[in-house]
């Protein structure tokens, strides 16, 4: 049962375009929603996240959009540049006492051409 | 990878053999995590622990155990492989219960 929903499964972009990652969620108890980034043969690492009570988070080219209402929230990459190639994913967890329980989703694999 | 190492870093076994996996850390963080990775489903957890010789499922236990008798080691054993937990096995950990989790290089692990 994916709780996570991700789209679109690729994603191709052109050197200083816009990329843009959706992700739809059904668990309403979710509280805390990071994207992760992986590049080939590495483990993902955490490039920005976001809680329910702001509707959106910039960092630097990396922004996240979070719509509580719809449960959706997307990563957008302004500027894209060839270094940005690598698989996103997002994820959600409830931050339950006992650890954070990240559930992900399918994964993104974004290529941005030079 | 903020001080996690996993080993073995590849594996190969045939069906039925036990096998496991270690996640040692150097940060004296509490949680650590096992995860697995696979096309199409991303990441999935299937156990973690909240401290020494305290760990709980995830969402895809079976066939799976761990054990933590120390702060710094995580071990995933799977008591008798088979060719569909053929997997790339994260471990991840993370300082406290919201805190940000950090991932370790991964485990390569082909059943045969």
């Known amino acids: 049962q994916q709780q996570v929903k991700q789209s679109p499964q690729s994603l191709i972009v052109q050197k200083g375009g816009i990329s843009i990652i959706n992700c739809a969620y059904e668990n309403t108890a979710f509280d805390y929603f990071p994207w992760y980034q992986q590049f080939p043969g590495k483990g993902p690492a955490l490039l920005i996240a976001i809680r329910p009570d702001v509707s959106e988070k910039k960092e630097g080219r990396f922004t996240i959009s979070f719509n509580k209402s719809a449960k959706q929230f997307s990563l957008h990459i302004m500027d894209s540049q060839p270094g940005d190639s690598a698989t996103y994913f997002c994820?959600?967890?409830?931050?339950?006492?006992?650890?954070?329980?990240?559930?992900f989703g399918e994964g993104t694999q974004l290529t941005v051409n030079p | 990878d903020a001080g996690i190492t996993q080993s073995p870093r590849h594996k190969v076994t045939e069906t039925g053999t036990p096998v496991t996996l270690r996640c040692h850390q150097t940060?004296?963080?509490?949680?650590m995590y096992w995860y697995r990775q696979d096309p199409g489903h991303g990441l999935r957890l299937i156990h973690y622990?909240?401290?020494?010789?305290?760990?709980d499922k995830g969402e895809v236990s079976d066939g799976y155990s761990v054990s933590r008798s120390k702060t710094e080691d995580f071990l995933l054993t799977l008591e008798s492989a088979t060719s569909s937990q053929t997997s790339v096995y994260f471990c991840a950990i993370s300082e406290g219960r919201e805190e940000t989790q950090y991932f370790g290089p991964g485990t390569r692990l082909l059943v045969l």
């Open positions: 940060e004296n963080h509490r949680y």
């Open positions: 994820a959600a967890s409830t931050g339950e006492t006992s650890g954070s329980r990240l559930t």
């Open positions: 622990s909240y401290g020494v010789k305290d760990t």
